[in-house]
């Protein structure tokens, strides 16, 4: 489990589960989400909610991605200083994973 902050002070985090992160890759939620300019604002956050939302209309609404959407990205707290931080666990925790697969190869 990881904990994120989602403002600058540190005063509001979120909870970031193994489970968050497999809907995150499972979807490629992650790939093309921030422009070139690497800035992660509110639209960014705003594109992200509504590809979520797409998915799961077209999905016929799998529980994976609303409890993603319930707990993470749908949020209270999630902004978009939230939302880099979760980007930059995501990053981490893919290399991570990606470097596990390769020992194990």
């Known amino acids: 489990?990881?904990?994120?902050?989602?403002?600058?002070?540190?005063?509001?985090?979120?909870?970031?589960t193994e489970e968050h992160l497999l809907t995150i890759e499972k979807y490629q939620l992650m790939?093309?989400?921030?422009d070139s300019n690497g800035i992660?604002?509110?639209?960014?956050?705003d594109k992200l909610k509504l590809t979520?939302?797409?998915?799961?209309?077209?999905?016929?609404g799998c529980k994976d991605?609303?409890?993603?959407?319930?707990?993470?990205?749908?949020?209270?707290?999630?902004k978009a200083f939230g939302l880099n931080a979760l980007i930059a666990v995501y990053n981490e925790w893919a290399a991570s994973r990606e470097q596990t697969q390769q020992a194990e190869e």
Not at 31 to 34: A, D, P, R, T
Not at 52 to 60: E, H, K, N, T
Not at 65 to 78: A, E, G, Q, S
């Open 65 to 78: 991605l609303l409890d993603l959407c319930i707990d993470v990205i749908y949020h209270n707290n999630m």
């Open 1 to 16: 489990m990881y904990t994120i902050k989602t403002n600058k002070s540190g005063t509001r985090s979120m909870e970031i």
């Open 40 to 45: 992660v604002d509110e639209a960014v956050l």
């Open 31 to 34: 790939s093309g989400l921030v």
């Open 52 to 60: 979520v939302r797409s998915l799961i209309v077209a999905q016929d």
